[in-house]
């Protein structure tokens, strides 16, 4: 009988293609195998000292290495031990710099001091800082950098610098001339005159001009300038022209948040990895959907099989045709029905095609760029000893004049931004998608929901599209009242609790939320963006004495926070997303902040949306690229496998066209009992059959790649 199914095929010939895979898999390290010595003031885990033994052998015999290990694992542990190990024949003596977020600073110096014996810690500020290093150190200004020999360190050294310090440089604002005496109010270009205009033909308006550092369309000069205030260096451009190979490794923490191919903090990403002799990168979420993630990421650090491919640093398109999903339209102008390229061009048509990047990533990505490069490992292969960690997700229905009053204002918008997507503009959907999304959590203070357009002058002029009405605030609303009973059984268990939301400014869901919690009892206190990164560990340490409930958006803990006190004192082993959102970088890391190591609690993490709306349409998104993630990551389904390469495209237009079409996206449930069974049945396994023989099947004669632990 044929096979239907991936599951049936693995099950039938799992025991091959495992057979198969071992043949074909060349592994640096085995983890029953010997191990580094390592000689840290801290004792690591079994599985940890795998990943460090494999990764000093794979640092002897390449650059860069990336650990992509699940939030909780210790990364940061697992990165001074692969980097303290591999210098043991330097003798300990080497120079190490951490690239890590700004609220990270802190915590990395102490866990530096706490690790690594006999070490000296500094923390880099600004690029003075580095020229006095460099000063002290090199007496010889005018050997050429190429030939230079910096003075090998005492001990081992230790360099932390915030990601947003190494990309600061000279602050710059736009440069443009108006002709005054002619009181005209379009901006001209200082060298040759020429009036500067949009794509459309529409004269600039100075905010516009300050959006990015523009060109003059005509003669090509700079429309921007230095302002007066004092030139800094920004620390990885210096560190890349003046230190080159002063630093033996680099560290980057929280690897994810640089796969941008064009912004400040991506570039000095690059600078600093080619500075440094060794790179050793972190995060817990390598992929967010896109195979486009990974492709600056690899370029940065391990560009040689992308280079053997014929690949280049601009050629994006043609990665992601061959690895993620690319979306191609072509459009015929002239009218007419379009009947292929030939019969279009003998009618006098005129056809286009454009390409646009979707999310969707094909698993042979994961052989031929990841595997050799990379090093995997979850939570559950750390400590056999965690507690429990459920997951569950909960629909709520929406009350009976809220339902209607949300079905009017969904059917007004729908009509709308149904036109507009076929016209090709887009102006009305952030709009529309942000009122569905957060409507129904706030649905009082509205005033008129619209768009602008420009008219003909150039002026700018409001659409109005629909009016929300606005419900009584003194009301409590069913998700409200879901969420209070939720925080009140956790209070009752002696148990805090810690709430996500995603809106806290105009509506500020975030106070809405606290007052609830004052007036049934319950403490609670707002986490604010206006606390600095580096400070929010210590304002949750502080803050958190005698506290219910914390309440917060995600992105404000999401990178290297444990909201637990492993000396005791604060714990929020509860998690509640009340609003999530569609973003899977920020949801998979804030969601892990309490199920960590040291934790002694049971973990609950809990969803709630309000069902039959943009929210639920959202949850069944995220369920569906979470599973994607984690089958990239190595836990394989039919479902997952079935989304990695499927049909998609950017959020924002897939929950446009999900509401425009009535598609039917599935019930967020289904997909997010997909995922918790995933967590549930993968606590404690071990690496199966079925998993070996897919590694196998799609790893067949590629070059070598690295065991993972487990």
């Known amino acids: 009988m044929q096979a239907k199914t991936l599951d049936e095929y693995f099950e039938r010939y799992g025991s091959l293609l495992g057979q198969q895979a071992i043949k074909a898999m060349k592994p640096l390290h085995i983890p029953n195998g010997n191990q580094e010595a390592i000689g840290l003031m801290r004792e690591l885990f079994d599985a940890q000292r795998h990943v460090v033994s494999g990764g000093v052998k794979a640092l002897k015999r390449q650059k860069s290495l990336m650990i992509v290990a699940e939030m909780g694992t210790g990364k940061t542990i697992m990165a001074m031990a692969t980097i303290h190990a591999h210098a043991q024949p330097k003798g300990k003596q080497y120079r190490a710099l951490v690239f890590c977020p700004g609220q990270l600073v802190g915590k990395w110096n102490r866990e530096i001091e706490e690790t690594i014996p006999d070490v000296q810690v500094s923390i880099i500020d600004h690029w003075s800082d580095l020229a006095g290093l460099r000063r002290r150190l090199s007496n010889n200004w005018d050997v050429p950098q190429s030939s230079r020999r910096w003075p090998c360190p005492r001990g081992p050294e230790w360099h932390v610098i915030a990601r947003d310090r190494a990309k600061l440089g000279s602050r710059w604002r736009p440069a443009w001339v108006r002709r005054a005496q002619m009181q005209e109010t379009g901006l001209r270009c200082p060298k040759c005159g020429e009036l500067q ?19 003059c369309g005509a003669c090509g000069e700079s429309l921007w300038q230095f302002t007066s205030e004092l030139a800094r260096w920004e620390p990885a451009r210096y560190i890349h022209k003046h230190m080159k190979g002063f630093f033996d490794y680099l560290v980057i923490d929280e690897f994810h948040e640089e796969k941008s191919s064009d912004s400040a903090q991506g570039n000095a990403v690059g600078s600093l990895a080619a500075a440094c002799n060794k790179v050793v990168a972190l995060t817990g979420t390598l992929i967010g959907g896109y195979a486009e993630h990974i492709r600056p990421l690899l370029f940065r650090l391990s560009p040689r099989s992308l280079v053997r491919e014929g690949f280049g640093w601009k050629d994006s398109t043609a990665f992601n045709e061959r690895y993620g999903r690319v979306e191609v339209k072509t459009t015929v102008r002239d009218g007419g029905r ?71 204002i969904e059917q007004a918008m729908t009509s709308t931004i149904r036109d507009m997507l076929r016209k090709g503009n887009r102006r009305f959907l952030g709009a529309m998608l942000q009122t569905l999304l957060s409507w129904p ?40 009242e879901r969420l209070l009973e939720l925080l009140q059984a956790e209070r009752w268990s002696g ?153 998609a495209c950017s959020a924002e237009m897939e929950l446009a066209k999900s509401l425009s079409d009535q598609i039917d996206v599935g019930h967020a449930d289904r997909h997010w009992r997909r995922v918790v069974s995933t967590v549930q049945q993968t606590m404690g396994s071990e690496f199966t059959d079925e998993q070996a023989a897919f590694l196998g099947d799609i790893l067949a004669g590629l070059p070598e790649v690295h065991a993972t632990p487990g």
């Open 338 to 408: 379009y009947e292929g390229d030939d019969n279009a061009n003998s009618r006098g048509k005129r056809s286009s095609k454009t390409k646009n990047i979707r999310p969707g990533i094909m698993p042979t990505l994961f052989g031929r760029h990841l595997l050799g490069n990379s090093v995997f490992l979850s939570l559950d292969e750390v400590a056999d000893n965690l507690p429990p960690m459920t997951e569950a997700i909960e629909a709520v229905q929406m009350a009976p004049y809220q339902e209607e009053e949300y079905r009017r």
């Open 495 to 647: 148990r805090q609790s810690w709430v996500f939301v995603q809106y806290t400014q105009e509506r500020d869901v975030c106070q809405r939320l606290a007052d609830l919690c004052g007036n049934r009892g319950l403490r609670a206190k707002i986490l604010r963006s206006s606390v600095a990164p580096a400070k929010r560990e210590q304002w949750i340490a502080k803050n958190s004495h005698g506290v219910d409930v914390m309440i917060s958006h995600p992105k404000l803990v999401e990178t290297g926070l444990d909201l637990f006190c492993k000396n005791g004192g604060h714990n929020f082993p509860s998690l509640c997303f009340y609003e999530t959102g569609y973003n899977l970088f920020t949801l998979r890391q804030a969601s892990r902040r309490a199920w960590r190591i040291g934790q002694n609690e049971r973990c609950r993490v809990t969803y709630l949306y309000y069902a039959g709306t943009m929210q639920e349409r959202a949850m069944s998104m995220m369920g569906d690229k979470l599973v994607a993630a984690q089958a990239l990551e190595g836990k394989f389904s039919s479902d997952g496998l079935a989304i990695l390469s499927g049909d």
């Open 197 to 215: 205009r949009d794509k459309a033909g529409v004269l600039l308006e100075p905010a516009e001009l300050s959006r990015k550092q523009s060109k």
């Open 441 to 480: 959590d706030y649905p009082f203070g509205w005033g008129q929901v619209g768009y602008w357009e420009r008219t003909p002058s150039g002026d700018k002029t409001f659409v109005p599209v629909v009016f929300p009405a606005n419900l009584p605030a003194s009301e409590v609303y069913p998700k409200e």
